[in-house]
């Protein structure tokens, strides 16, 4: 069964700090795999997008890596700032299906910044 | 800004009210999609348009109905809804139909249905 799984589910870290979030899946044919922001009200907005032969793509101060061989990624969030309090979601593209059969979403890790 | 706008942002509507929300898209793509999102639930697909045709239709009830009027604009139709429809709907654009290219969201509707 094709899955997208996200730990931890919610994280509290101080401003400035650093910050790891995980995300696991089986989907497969894999296509590529995207990590999204979204902030409280508003619509998810993409960060970065990896395809198989990528290992690592980095946008500013997050950095996303994939192991494709594991089925895992991570997004990396150095120097953490109040603004970065959001929902993070991995969403995973199949190789093939239909359009509603090829994404997968995660439910999100709820990040929140403190001062 | 995205580029895909959103109306209503907020909804409140009972069970045997008709209402409709907008999406509208100012990036030129040919593909858009609706979006639910409940609580601690992932992103539900519901519907796919490409140049104005449904592309796809997920198991989604028949009291949601889709309307395409042209590749920039994009409708969901509802009425006699359940207190179990309030989410938060989301539309997206992205230039094709296809798994490479990325999607844009708008900020969403907030429906609740009493």
């Known amino acids: 069964k094709n899955q997208v799984e996200q730990s931890p589910q919610s994280l509290i870290i101080l401003e400035g700090k650093n910050c790891t979030l995980q995300?696991?899946?089986?989907?497969?044919?894999?296509?590529?795999l995207r990590w999204y922001k979204q902030d409280t009200g508003r619509g998810p907005v993409s960060l970065t997008i990896m395809t198989f032969s990528e290992n690592t793509k980095s946008n500013g101060r997050y950095t996303a890596t994939l192991d494709a061989d594991t089925k895992q990624s991570s997004l990396h969030i150095t120097a953490s700032q109040l603004s970065d309090s959001a929902s993070y979601i991995c969403?995973?593209?199949?190789?093939?299906?239909?359009?509603?059969?090829?994404?997968?979403f995660g439910r999100g890790t709820q990040l929140t910044v403190w001062p | 800004e995205t580029g895909v706008t959103q109306t209503p942002r907020h909804l409140v509507m009972g069970m045997t009210n008709k209402k409709s929300l907008k999406c509208e898209q100012h990036l030129g793509h040919n593909a858009m999609y609706w979006y639910k999102q409940s609580a601690k639930k992932p992103l539900e697909l519901m519907f796919v348009y490409s140049l104005e045709e449904r592309v796809e239709n997920n198991s989604v009830p028949s009291r949601f109905s889709p309307e395409c009027p042209n590749s920039s604009h994009l409708f969901l139709h509802l009425h006699t809804l359940q207190p179990e429809d309030s989410a938060l709907y989301l539309c997206a654009s992205s230039q094709e139909v296809e798994r490479g290219y990325e999607q844009y969201f708008g900020p969403g509707t907030r429906l609740t249905v009493t």
């Open positions: 969403v995973v593209s199949a190789d093939r299906g239909s359009t509603l059969g090829r994404l997968y």
């Open positions: 995300c696991n899946y089986t989907v497969s044919p894999f296509s590529n």
